[in-house]
T-cell receptor, first 115, second 114 residues
Framework: GQQLNQSPQSMFIQEGEDVSMNCTSS?????WLWYKQDPGEGPVLLIA?????ELTSNGRLTAQFGITRKDSFLNISASIPSDVGIYFC???????????????FGTGTQLKVEL | DVKVTQSSRYLVKRTGEKVFLECVQD?????MFWYRQDPGLGLRLIYF???????EKGDIPEGYSVSREKKERFSLILESASTNQTSMYLC?????????????FGPGTRLTVT
């Protein structure tokens, strides 16, 4: 299946720095989701975006739904050690048979924070 | 809070065994999904269900089957486990309609087939 192009693949930053990552697609999506996954755990939903141009915050996290509907961005301000993990974007594509919405996932950005 | 639970966090099975992975959600969600996650391949959809007793194939259904007898429970079955089914298995659920399309994931089951 298709995967969204997510960059950077990994980041090694200093505590307190701001972080930016993005996700791009050749297809238009109606919804963008951002997840964080800790090692050995399931992904946890961070932010959901439903409208082109929308900017949504969740604490130190801010995400944007690109105007073209083909991209999304996630920013983390003032990173802390517990921000370590893998961040995934996901786009909602065409509706599945009988309902439900299929997620197309990004390739993930691994974030490492140096104290 | 949405809660999705999976029956086991870690499982070790032998080749040829029949394996059941159970998933339960407590938010009355209509949709449930099974994914597997492998390094370099990301999350891949195995099967999903949008209602009790309804199921649809995802991207990689071969070697798997599912069962949804109750709304809150979605089971993934490996009829005859093989080593290439060693993976992290993730269950998710979401509402059927309306503006909210978010999928909520369980903690995962790491399955090793020897």
């Amino acid at each position: 299946g298709q995967q969204l192009n997510q960059s950077p693949q990994s980041m090694f930053i200093q505590e307190g720095e701001d972080v930016s990552m993005n996700c791009t697609s050749s297809s238009i999506f109606n919804t963008w989701l951002w997840y964080k996954q800790d090692p050995g755990e399931g992904p946890v939903l961070l932010i959901a975006l439903y409208k082109a141009g929308e900017l949504t915050s969740n604490g130190r996290l801010t995400a944007q739904f690109g105007i073209t509907r083909k991209d999304s961005f996630l920013n983390i301000s003032a990173s802390i050690p517990s921000d370590v993990g893998i961040y995934f974007c996901a786009g909602i594509g065409p509706r599945l048979t009988g309902g439900g919405n299929k997620l197309t996932f990004g390739t993930g950005t691994q974030l490492k924070v140096e104290l | 809070d949405v809660k999705v639970t999976q029956s086991s966090r870690y499982l070790v099975k032998r080749t040829g065994e029949k394996v059941f992975l159970e998933c339960v959600q407590d938010m009355d969600h209509e949709n449930m999904f099974w994914y597997r996650q492998d390094p370099g391949l990301g999350l891949r959809l195995i099967y999903f269900s949008y209602d009790v007793k309804m199921k649809e194939k995802g991207d990689i259904p071969e070697g798997y089957s599912v069962s949804r007898e109750k709304k809150e429970r979605f089971s993934l079955i490996l009829e005859s486990a093989s080593t290439n089914q060693t993976s992290m298995y993730l269950c998710a659920s979401s509402v059927q309609s309306g503006g909210s399309n978010e999928q909520y994931f369980g903690p995962g089951t790491r399955l090793t087939v020897t």
